[in-house]
């Protein structure tokens, strides 16, 4: 069977150490073990720059690299939006939106100043320019709905769930009561985003789940 080539795209001040990045590729192992095909070998998880114009730069060299194959976006908060861009740039491409942030120029208006990543905890300065990086890369309305599965908790902490809802209401979404930012359960959804990758819908029943608290 050939595999499209999954990119997990990181959220802002996040790593490939993140839980549904290891998540995945646990995932990914086991499957491997069990039927062979070599997953493991598909995925792929940058560690992106704090600047968004340079993490873009970085995803396009991988996209670009592998035109002459799919490739499955699985893109959390701020890698949803970078995935946004990359699928309407890159006819082979697709994307999974984990929570994605939808206007992360207005939320990250909030962070300027010091700013420390949690886990590689590489420390920089949050700019303006940053902000408008981001702003150059808005894209007002995707051209084909079909290439784009959606996955939100209701209880999502730090975004308003409803904005993806709304941007993405032409395409599958799974909308699920309670949960939070970092997608509680996220493993119980990645068989849906293998059935997306082979052209498949298979979303479990949204069941709520007690919603994020401190």
Not at 71 to 78: D, M, N, Q, T
Request: net charge negative; glycine share 6%; aromatic share 12%.
């Amino acid at each position: 069977m050939s595999l499209p080539l999954f990119i997990y795209v990181h959220g802002f001040n996040s790593s490939p150490e993140s839980i549904k990045a290891r998540l995945l590729g646990e995932y990914f192992s086991a499957l491997e073990q069990e039927n062979g095909h070599k997953y493991s070998e598909n995925y792929l998880v940058p560690q992106l720059s704090h600047e968004p114009a340079e993490a873009m730069r970085q995803l396009e060299s991988i996209v670009t690299d592998n035109r002459q194959r799919p490739i499955v976006l699985i893109g959390s908060s701020l890698g949803g939006y970078f995935s946004i861009w990359l699928t309407e740039h890159y006819e082979n491409c697709k994307a999974v939106m984990v929570n994605p942030a939808i206007y992360p120029y207005r939320l990250l208006s909030e962070w300027l100043g010091d700013n420390e990543n949690i886990y590689t905890h590489e420390r920089y300065i949050l700019t303006r320019d940053h902000l408008q990086q981001l702003e150059a890369m808005v894209v007002d309305q995707v051209k084909d709905p079909a290439r784009y599965l959606l996955l939100v908790q209701s209880a999502d902490e730090t975004l308003d769930y409803r904005e993806a809802v709304d941007f993405f209401d032409r395409s599958i979404a799974f909308i699920q009561p309670g949960g939070s930012h970092g997608f509680d359960q996220f493993e119980k959804l990645i068989p849906a985003i293998i059935g997306f990758s082979q052209g498949r819908l298979e979303l479990p029943e949204a069941i709520p789940l007690p919603p994020f608290s401190e």
